[in-house]
Nanobody
Framework: QEQLVESGGGLVQPGGSLRLSCAAS????????MAWYRQAPGKQREVVAV???????TYIDSVKGRFTISRDNAKNTVYLQMDSLSPEDTAVYYC???????????WGQGTQVTVSS
């Protein structure tokens, strides 16, 4: 089965940056799109960014211009560069198939991002 392992989270001050990685146990080259999600305390999980094999990218408005999603198919890894972080970005971040997909892989443990002074 495909396994996705997120890493790179941590504690960062407002305005800081983090780079998240999503390592897949199997090839992602044949997957048209992958996405990053986040789940903040007391809120539902939401998609924040999607990257395709073109590659093309899309973002929710709240992260547009601050986050950059990318993929390296040779390394079976999806990345999320997060800049200009704010406390509202505090959440557990996950990767998986995009929300428009008819399927999801097994959810990993995610990686905690905490933005605080």
């Amino acid at each position: 089965q495909e396994q996705l392992v997120e890493s790179g989270g941590g504690l960062v001050q407002p305005g800081g940056s983090l780079r998240l990685s999503c390592a897949a146990s199997e090839s992602i080259a044949g997957l048209y799109a992958m996405a990053w999600y986040r789940q903040a305390p007391g809120k539902q999980r939401e998609v924040v960014a999607v990257v395709t094999n073109l590659p093309s990218t899309t973002y929710i408005d709240s992260v547009k211009g601050r986050f950059t999603i990318s993929r390296d198919n040779a390394k079976n890894t999806v990345y999320l560069q997060m800049d200009s972080l704010s406390p509202e970005d505090t959440a557990v971040y996950y990767c998986n198939a995009p929300s428009f997909s008819t399927f999801y892989f097994e959810w990993g443990q995610g990686t905690q991002v905490t933005v605080s002074s």
